[in-house]
């Protein structure tokens, strides 16, 4: 449930979050790819076609912080999905298990600093997920008390860059 930094070969970092959900892997894979099942957990709105190569534009509700661009890297439904977001790469995959789906989240990062930062985001980002799926109502989780957990956890080097100066009031 717990993001993991790893170093990966050639000095780049990456989060890797591996969750097990209760939901046939097709519900899932909507869940991570139709615009109006992201809108329920994801950060941002996804503007593009879905197909490798593609061109991905996302923007942030309200405009608080600037739109920017991505790439579709791996289009494989229901099995993985890859995308620039930004500098990073971020990668899904799901395997089915039983009746459910085990999901792989991996960021691969630009740089370390932000391992922190970015893990706590994503952790509040599949824990809404999880709900959503769930049909359970959706709750506002606190982002920085998860936050200081993962900057404990991973340690200074990787929590050098704190929010973006728009999400400074981020509770």
């Known amino acids: ?6 170093e990966e ?14 939901h046939p892997r097709e519900r899932v894979w909507r869940a991570l790819t139709e615009p109006e099942h992201l809108a329920a957990w994801f950060p941002t709105t996804v503007e593009g076609e879905r197909a490798a190569g593609a ?6 509700p309200g405009g608080e912080q600037p739109a920017f661009e991505g790439e ?3 289009w494989d439904p229901p099995s993985v999905l890859e995308f620039r977001w930004g500098e990073d790469l971020l990668r899904f995959e ?21 391992a ?11 824990n809404r997920l ?12 606190k982002w920085r008390p998860v936050h200081a957990a993962y900057v404990e956890r991973f340690g200074p080097e990787a929590s050098t860059i704190g929010p973006p100066e728009a ?4 509770e």
Request: proline content about 1%.
């Open 1 to 6: 449930m717990q993001g993991e930094l790893e």
């Open 9 to 22: 070969a050639g000095g780049r970092w990456r989060v890797r979050f591996v969750r097990r959900l209760r």
């Open 55 to 60: 061109s991905l534009r996302f923007a942030f």
């Open 72 to 74: 579709m890297v791996t």
């Open 94 to 114: 799901l395997h089915a298990a039983g009746e459910g789906t085990v999901l792989t989240l991996l960021d691969t990062l630009a740089e370390r600093g932000k």
């Open 116 to 126: 922190a930062r970015d893990a706590a985001g994503w952790h509040v980002c599949l």
């Open 130 to 141: 999880e709900r959503y799926l769930s049909g359970a109502e959706p709750v506002e989780e």
């Open 167 to 170: 999400f400074s009031e981020i």
